[in-house]
């Protein structure tokens, strides 16, 4: 890449920097850069602001460690680097592990018997979010394949592998949305990841729960299995690439799909489980072509 300097004033000179450099580090007029002379070869990086850390304190009683997580998880996903936690029961502390244990970057300290401290100990934290939605995408297909084995197996063995490919999933969803909403990554480059995480959490957790039903259910007609393939078919061709989304054939298979299952004049809850994950595939659709605008 070649700039021409731009004489500015008695001795300054001025140079364009690349707007999709510009874009990528998500700077904008007065945003501060660093320029380093190494062997006579100007280096420019961005300048690493300094976030203040966002705090704030909350009490819990005995609850199920799934709602502490829930909890947990929302004050991350909101962006606070810090959070206190005050309690009369030590017996919560270990349900709250099992929540900072599905979170990255973020660990237990300052503990006592009535309280502790979850603290963010990242010290920069990351703006890239795509490949953590693409772990997201290989973990659900990782799932799908796994499903697709104890079917043909008629064999549902894999109840502990699903629970681990659950909280991967989990997990990098948290971590692209308190990147989006710590960094107020708002354009068309990330901010769409938000929701396209949220369905990729509402489609696993439709795989998860499809499993549950399959064991108890044990044989699958084939026109159902047929479906089911199907429905992994339109994930994959919907999530491949998600910078050359090919909305028309996308659409038209989801059209397809909705008709398949909405007519199954024996609906199941297989059924029901398949159209649950088309149509949050569908809702992708829009955020999707975003990305393709940024």
Known sequence: MIRKLIKQGKGGYTIYLP??????NHLNSGAEIEIRDEKNNLIITPKVMHKENKSTTINL??????????????????????????????EVLSKLQYAVNLLYGFEILEVDDKSCVIKNTYDVESTEA???????????????NTILIDIKNNDYNSREALDEYRKIILKQRDIVQRIIVRHKLLDNKIFPFYTITTYLWHITRNYDLLYDYLREKKIIPQHHISLFEKTNQYFSESFEGLHKHKLIETHLKFEELFSLATNDKEATLLVGY????????????????LLNYS
């Open 130 to 144: 795509l490949p953590f939605v693409n772990r997201m995408i290989h973990t659900i297909k990782t799932m799908q």
């Open 274 to 289: 398949c159209l649950n994950i088309i149509l949050s595939i569908q809702s992708c659709s829009s955020s999707i072509m």
């Open 61 to 90: 009683e005995q609850l199920p460690k799934t709602i502490y997580r829930s909890i947990i998880g929302s004050l991350y996903r909101g962006g606070f680097d810090e959070i206190k936690v005050k309690y009369k029961d030590p």
């Open 19 to 24: 707007k999709q450099w510009v874009d990528s």
